[in-house]
């Protein structure tokens, strides 16, 4: 874990008290935070990075148009002494790679269409809104705690995307280059091809794919095209390559 970018006690624009950390990603830490004016605790996301900070205030407005059961409800965008902070809705629960790395190597059929079922809908409902997510993959969706996974919600739109000269500088750089950060490499596998050759013109199609891979790696416990780097040689033709954890 870096360095906490906020420190406990502290409250933003007289409104957001930090209580405490949660997580973090390639871009950004998660605090809870209790909103005052509401009474009620909410997510507070920070971003680490300038690269980061430019998707904060897109990020806001893209998510602030979908309204769904399934979609993290984005609540309040703001900025405070040249930092931006996004405010969501604060789930109860874990992100699901987490919970595919510490509880489930796969999932029987059953679930595994549970929880497909569940996120086509949020998807659904963006692609609806006119929003393309382009970075769907375990590590943006939260879960609920519950064995059942009853809770379900697609979470970063605009923050964890890549730009497109970092993802040319993961591909090219290599698993052991500087470039090649663990947000990149982490969505590789779950990326269509259309992603890494023309990202400025992946659509809809592009999340339709991620859904795809998701539902393998879900469902077999390995991922379809292989981790890191491997996966950028995948095409619609190629085979899984074998990658279960020891």
């Known amino acids: 874990m870096s360095t906490l970018l906020l420190q406990q006690g502290i409250t933003?624009?007289?409104?957001?008290?930090?209580?405490?950390?949660?997580?973090?990603?390639?871009?950004?830490?998660?605090?809870?935070?209790?909103?005052?004016?509401?009474?009620?605790?909410?997510?507070?996301?920070?971003?680490?990075?300038?690269?980061?900070?430019?998707?904060?205030?897109?990020?806001?407005?893209?998510?602030?148009?979908?309204?769904?059961?399934?979609?993290?409800?984005?609540?309040?965008?703001?900025?405070?002494?040249?930092?931006?902070?996004?405010?969501?809705?604060?789930?109860?629960?874990?992100?699901?790679?987490?919970?595919?790395?510490?509880?489930?190597?796969?999932?029987?059929?059953?679930?595994?269409?549970?929880?497909?079922?569940?996120?086509?809908?949020?998807?659904?409902?963006?692609?609806?809104?006119?929003?393309?997510?382009?970075?769907?993959?375990p590590s943006n969706i939260m879960v609920g705690d519950d064995a059942n996974l009853s809770t379900l919600k697609v979470t970063d739109f605009g923050i964890a995307k890549m730009a497109e000269q970092e993802l040319l500088e993961a591909v090219e750089g290599g698993e052991n280059s500087i470039s090649a950060s663990s947000t990149a490499l982490g969505a590789l596998p779950y990326m269509a091809p259309e992603m890494i050759n023309q990202p400025k013109r992946a659509g809809q199609p592009a999340d339709i794919w991620s859904l795809g891979a998701m539902l393998y790696r879900l469902l077999s416990g390995v991922l379809p095209f292989g981790a890191g780097l491997r996966a950028v040689n995948k095409t619609p033709w190629g085979h899984p390559q074998e990658n279960r954890r020891s």
């Open 12 to 137: 933003l624009i007289d409104r957001y008290r930090v209580d405490e950390y949660i997580a973090e990603g390639g871009m950004q830490q998660v605090f809870r935070a209790y909103d005052l004016a509401f009474g009620r605790s909410v997510a507070l996301k920070v971003p680490k990075n300038p690269s980061a900070e430019k998707r904060f205030a897109r990020s806001a407005r893209v998510s602030a148009r979908i309204t769904h059961a399934n979609v993290a409800k984005t609540l309040d965008y703001f900025e405070d002494d040249g930092k931006s902070y996004l405010i969501e809705e604060l789930i109860a629960g874990q992100d699901l790679g987490k919970k595919l790395k510490e509880e489930y190597e796969l999932l029987d059929p059953h679930l595994a269409a549970h929880v497909l079922h569940l996120l086509v809908k949020g998807v659904a409902a963006s692609h609806h809104a006119g929003v393309v997510h382009r970075d769907l993959k």
